[in-house]
């Protein structure tokens, strides 16, 4: 079965802090996709990031960063230098590949808050 | 290009009675997935639609229902409303890659449905 594990609840940091969110996940599946997804306090999820298996370079935009390994089947996100506007809960998915779905199976998130 | 919407933004209903959700995918996207969340449950896959045709269904009971019309749009509905059904109830929408392979999900603003 497919799992996507996101231990820490709930994070608290001063701003321009640096900031790591973990996300660990199970599957089966050789070919698969994950995602991580903001969730501000309007409520709508905002697309981040995709990789797939297949891919497991680091990623980096602006202040963003994702750590992909598939030897500990893990795939962290990194804020550097955060802000107060990074305040939100963030949410790791996983989806397999090859099935004719798009179903994603999502963590239970990690609440960010960003001090002034 | 307009995002995913949804209607209502948030709606009041009482046990026993029945609810249509809407919600209009981006122009050109063929699936739409719907997903409940609620503070116990998390983030839960309700269904996808591709092309019409209801592509994936998750572990819900018979009340939750949905379709998808010719020009993509979608609607869900929950017949005999029970208190746990209150949730937020988000959309998305994705290109709905034929192959399966696995399309990024852009989700809307969500209903917010409250059982009294």
């Known amino acids: 079965a497919q799992k996507v594990t996101q231990a820490q609840t709930e994070i608290s940091v001063v701003e321009k802090e640096d900031v790591t969110l973990d996300c660990v996940y199970e599957?089966?599946?050789?070919?698969?996709?994950l995602f991580w997804y903001k969730q501000p306090p309007s409520g709508e999820l905002v697309f981040l990031i995709r990789r797939n298996s297949f891919d497991e370079q680091n990623e980096i935009s602006g202040r963003y960063s994702w750590n992909f390994q598939k030897s500990t089947s893990s795939f962290n996100f990194t804020i550097t230098a955060s802000q107060v506007v990074d305040s939100a809960v963030y949410f790791c998915?996983?989806?397999?590949?090859?099935?004719?779905?798009?179903?994603?199976?999502f963590g239970t998130g990690t609440l960010l808050a960003v001090q002034p | 290009k307009a995002g995913v919407t949804q209607t209502p933004r948030y709606l009041i209903k009482t046990r026993g009675q029945q609810v249509t959700l809407s919600c209009s995918p981006i122009?050109?996207?063929?699936?739409v997935s719907w997903y409940q969340q609620t503070p116990g449950q998390g983030l839960q896959f309700l269904f996808e639609?591709?092309?019409?045709?209801?592509?994936n269904k998750g572990n819900f009971p018979g009340r939750f229902s949905g379709r998808q019309f010719s020009n993509s749009r979608s609607e869900m509905n929950v017949s005999t409303l029970e208190l746990g059904d209150s949730a937020l109830y988000l959309c998305?929408?994705?290109?709905?890659?034929?192959?399966?392979?696995?399309?990024?999900?852009?989700f809307g603003p969500g209903t917010r449905l409250t059982v009294l």
């Open positions: 122009s050109g996207h063929r699936s």
């Open positions: 998305a929408s994705s290109s709905g890659l034929a192959g399966g392979d696995s399309d990024t999900q852009y």
């Open positions: 599957t089966r599946d050789t070919t698969y996709y």
């Open positions: 998915a996983l989806s397999e590949a090859g099935g004719a779905t798009n179903k994603l199976i």
């Open positions: 639609y591709f092309s019409e045709t209801q592509r």
